[in-house]
């Protein structure tokens, strides 16, 4: 027997040892049966679980679970990201703190081998919290991308692709992080709006030279006509103008027609450079004249490179200024922000600043280090990402138009509208850089040999036999992008290079689901490689799914103190602790008090341990395309009741001595009742079915929800009680029969959503089960259990008997007190069933008995259910003059608000001065009151 209640902490370690004991998690690998498989976007080992990972993994464990039930082999390969940068972050950090040597004092190899160790004691804590979340991978086979197997896929395409011209060794602009002292990708950069300045400077012209300069407004007349020395130029870098190499100005910009050609001193510096033509300066920005700094800029870089001016570093790798003979020495060895105040101070003092303007500007700066990203020329490696991104474009365009005639396949976004995100990124894709200046991750393998050339080879020895004996070779201190092994991930991890039964049976994945931001940086990598080492795409589909944010709809961040930590929701947190875990680590200490407030206003006593099931239900119900999750935890509490109504139908169905009867025909029920309660289950698991298919969790999720509670807890099992308590025995069993049959249903249905309560109550309905709910086969009804007529019969009977039941309640009629119902221009088919469902109206409308009429007697309620009215007259039921007052006091009360509101509403110092989302708050309780007073009215009017 079930226990009173379902304890998700308990419960919920144990069912999940079980599954992973039995091997349930595991592909058969058997060839009869169709293959399907999802790998998982590898989380940093560095990782801890947040409301990404659960909206990702819930929605990923959704369909491995419906596919293993209807049959499939399936895979969901796991594993975790070695997490380059920020891993090797964590570790220094660890090391610092406990006052130990840092990575430079230690060397490489005892570094990584602190790695290493620090990994194997406290990395992967985010696998077990993806257990705690249910998630049925098959951990016999977790990956980790810095493992034997998978390093051996990254070297060997790193060769191979070098030898066919795919990987080059070139000097580029790239973003520079200084802290770290390596190059960062594009995802690694924040750009964050801050106060800053524009700086006006004058470039005088060589030689003093002059020239007219005339603005003129938009209907061609002049504005300002001055002789002028100089072009104004403007910047919001200063220090980056000692290595100008030109300055820009559009061609159509008739105000520097004259000066186009010739040179200008730059201040400082004391070099000259040219003042050129180019469509990127914008003439209505600033002075229209743009410093070209293409050691230090990236559109300064583009437009270097397509006029051939020369490029010149200023800063090392700390970002400190650095000696050459472009470099006036004052300068050497400064900071770059002090050189920054050096700069401007200088030119001041020139006579050459013009003024200083402040200005919100955006500034990029590094997402761990916290430090501004600096554009610099390096020597990095790179992929050719233009040459391997057309196939790549091709695969997703025969997706989306449904052609299935290539062998190297297609792949479609869903939503599709992401299609055009991706086509955006790809077709203006430039070289990818995979090199890093750090130490964790998988080591470059080339070699720079003494005589000034590069060997690239699998490893040392294969190396050296390119060299020949005579050259001394070193490795490249520099690392891979972690993006580069990410993107062998649904290969690599099936153990290419190998040609293994897995990679065989399982590549190309059916989808990958993951997030938006990640779209060029890994799926579209992952479209590259897999085309060009596989010659397949690696997935079908690409499920984009919604970004969690918390009830407000602002993004949750650790920094703002609105994180809500998905382990808090399942096993549950105190008040005090949660304050503690939210003002920590905010970017604003001040803010604390405040952060506390909120949180203590909200969530007066924390969170209670909802379990996994209603965390998991939340989030799919949720996941509509297109729109992001307000995470709200009044509704993963209202889950959590919808399991705990979901258990206590089950006790009573296990109370009523309803189990599964292993050779009942639900087909060859008598009762309509149960025809239509098997009907319905058909429609509900088919609608389910259908959804899932289409990527449509929060159908998927409403239309189960309805059903197990709607149509089962709420209807069938009150419509059964009198059957059950009956003394009807054939009646009897096949209703008990029936009911398990259906609850059944539901569990299967809801397992991939709620995975642990219908386990737990799979497991307790019955016995004599043959397997677990886990490997259940998934419902696929016949029609022969659709009975359209039964079905037709009952919802009409519901249908009759909520309208009743909503009539009385809207006239405050106690339950205890029935009254006849008349029956007014019912058709035959109609009166029929009234007739055939007399007792059941009576017991669950209160209704005393009922009549036909031709009109409602006066004085009765109201109400029409399709083409029949049923009149309830009041008389005996309640005192009228009473309700009356008490309808009328009700009035008052709502009257009374409405003009509260009103008078606030058409206050201008409320209006204009308050948040929006007060004012809207406030005419919405308007709306309401306004809809009060309706239908208190026209209950009055009911009343006679």
């Not at 229209?288 to 010149?312: C, L, Q, S, W």
């Not at 096993?571 to 008090?593: C, F, M, S, Y």
């Amino acid at each position: 027997m079930l226990d009173k209640n379902f304890d998700p902490l308990e419960a919920e370690a144990r069912l999940y040892k079980m599954w992973e004991d039995s091997g349930a998690f595991k592909p058969r690998m058997d060839t009869s049966r169709e293959a399907y498989s999802i790998v998982i976007p590898p989380p940093n080992v560095t990782g801890s679980l947040h409301m990404g990972h659960a909206v990702n993994n819930t929605i990923q464990d959704i369909l491995i679970r419906f596919e293993r039930m209807r049959g499939k082999d399936v895979l969901w390969q796991p594993g975790m990201d070695h997490a380059g940068i920020a891993t090797q972050m964590v570790v220094e950090r660890k090391l610092a703190a406990a006052g130990n040597e840092s990575r430079h004092e230690m060397g490489r190899d005892a570094f990584v081998k602190k790695v290493w160790d620090w990994k194997d004691e406290s990395g992967g804590t985010i696998i077990n919290q993806l257990k705690r979340l249910g998630s049925s991978c098959d951990w016999s086979r977790e990956r980790f991308t810095l493992d034997d197997g998978l390093s051996e896929a990254v070297t060997k395409v790193f060769v191979e692709m070098y030898e066919q011209g795919l990987i080059y060794r070139a000097k580029r602009l790239v973003n520079w992080d200084p802290h770290f002292q390596t190059a960062v990708s594009n995802l690694e950069v924040e750009n964050k709006e801050v106060d800053g300045h524009f700086w006006h400077f004058k470039y005088p012209l060589d030689g003093g030279e002059t020239y007219e300069y005339v603005e003129k407004d938009d209907d061609g007349n002049v504005t300002l006509r001055e002789t002028r020395d100089y072009i104004s130029i403007a910047t919001t870098r200063p220090e980056t103008m000692l290595g100008d190499g030109a300055v820009a100005v559009h061609p159509d910009d008739e105000r520097y027609a004259p000066i186009v050609g010739k040179m200008v001193r730059l201040p400082l510096a004391n070099r000259l450079i040219p003042i050129i033509t180019d469509r990127y300066p914008d003439p209505d920005f600033g002075s229209g004249a743009v410093k070209i700094t293409g050691a230090h800029d990236f559109n300064d870089y583009e437009v270097a490179k397509r006029n051939d001016i020369p490029m010149y570093p200023l800063m090392d790798e700390q970002a400190t200024m650095i000696a050459s003979e472009i470099m006036p020495e004052k300068y050497v060895g400064m900071e770059r922000f002090v050189a920054r105040n050096a700069v401007v101070a200088d030119i001041d003092a020139e006579g050459l600043l013009i003024q200083v303007e402040d200005k919100k500007i955006m500034q990029p700066v590094g997402d761990r280090s916290k430090v501004v990203i600096e554009p610099m020329l390096a020597d990095q490696w790179f992929a050719d990402a233009e040459t391997l991104a057309k196939e790549a474009i091709e695969a997703v365009d025969r997706g989306h138009s449904g052609d299935e005639s290539s062998e190297k396949g297609a792949t479609r976004f869903v939503p599709e509208g992401w299609k055009n995100t991706y086509d955006v990124w790809m077709k203006d894709i430039q070289p990818w850089c995979i090199s890093r200046q750090l130490w964790w991750g998988h080591r470059i393998p080339a070699w720079f040999g003494n005589n000034g050339k590069i060997y690239v080879a699998e490893n040392v020895e294969a190396a050296q036999a390119k060299a020949g004996k005579g050259v001394i070779l070193n490795q490249d201190e520099d690392v891979l992008d972690t993006w580069f092994s990410s993107a062998l991930w649904p290969f690599s991890t099936l153990g290419w290079p190998d040609q293994t039964p897995e990679l065989e049976r399982f590549y190309p994945t059916s989808v990958l689901v993951t997030a938006f931001d990640i779209i060029f940086f890994w799926v579209a990598r992952m479209l590259m490689q897999g085309l060009q080492f596989m010659g397949e795409v690696p997935f079908k589909d690409v499920y984009i799914h919604a970004i969690v944010r918390d009830e407000d709809g602002s993004k949750m961040s650790k920094s703002e103190g609105n994180v809500i930590d998905p382990v808090d929701l399942i096993q549950g947190i105190d008040i005090d602790t949660l304050v503690q875990k939210r003002t920590t680590g905010l970017r604003q200490p001040e803010k604390a008090p405040k952060v506390e407030k909120a949180t203590r206003k909200r969530y007066p006593v924390g969170f209670e341990a909802y379990g996994a099931d209603a965390l998991r239900f939340t989030l799919a119900a949720q996941a509509a395309a297109g729109r992001d999750i307000k995470l709200s935890v009044d509704r993963v509490a209202g889950y959590r009741n919808f399991g705990t109504k979901l258990w206590n139908a089950s006790r009573f169905a296990q109370m009523k001595e309803c189990a599964p009867v292993h050779d009942f025909n639900p087909s060859s029920c008598k009762s309509e009742i149960n025809q239509w309660a098997v009907s319905e289950l058909v429609k509900a698991s088919r609608d389910v079915t259908r959804y899932i298919e289409q990527y449509r969790f929060n159908d998927a999720a409403e239309a189960a929800y309805k059903f197990a509670w709607g149509t089962y807890c709420d209807w069938y099992l009150e419509l059964s009680k009198p059957v059950l308590d009956g003394d009807d025995a054939a009646a009897r069993d096949e209703t008990r029969a029936a009911l398990a049959f259906v609850l059944d249903g539901i569990l299967k249905i809801l397992h991939p959503f709620m995975p642990f309560i219908t386990e737990e109550i799979w497991q307790f309905m019955s016995e004599s089960r043959e397997s677990m709910l886990i490997m259940a086969e998934w419902p696929d009804f016949g029609n022969d259990l659709i009975n359209d007529a039964a079905s037709d019969d009952v919802n009409w009977l519901i249908k009759a008997i909520s309208a009743v039941r909503s009539v009385r309640s809207e006239m405050n009629i106690p339950p205890s007190k029935k009254g006849a119902m008349v029956l007014i221009g019912a058709s035959d088919e109609t009166a029929s069933r009234v007739k055939k469902y007399a007792g059941i109206f009576d017991r669950m409308a209160r209704v005393d008995g009922w009549s036909i009429g031709d009109s409602a007697p006066k004085g009765a309620l109201q109400t029409v259910v399709e083409e029949a009215t049923i009149a309830l007259p009041l008389a005996g039921l309640i005192d009228l003059d009473a309700e009356k007052s008490r309808l009328s006091k009700e009035i008052d009360k709502a009257q009374s608000e409405i003009d509260k509101i009103n008078k606030k509403l058409s206050n201008p110092n409320f209006v204009d001065r308050a948040p929006e989302a007060v004012v809207a708050e406030q005419k919405s309780r308007l709306n309401t009151f306004e809809s009060e007073i309706g239908k208190l009215q026209a209950a009055i009017d009911n009343l006679g």
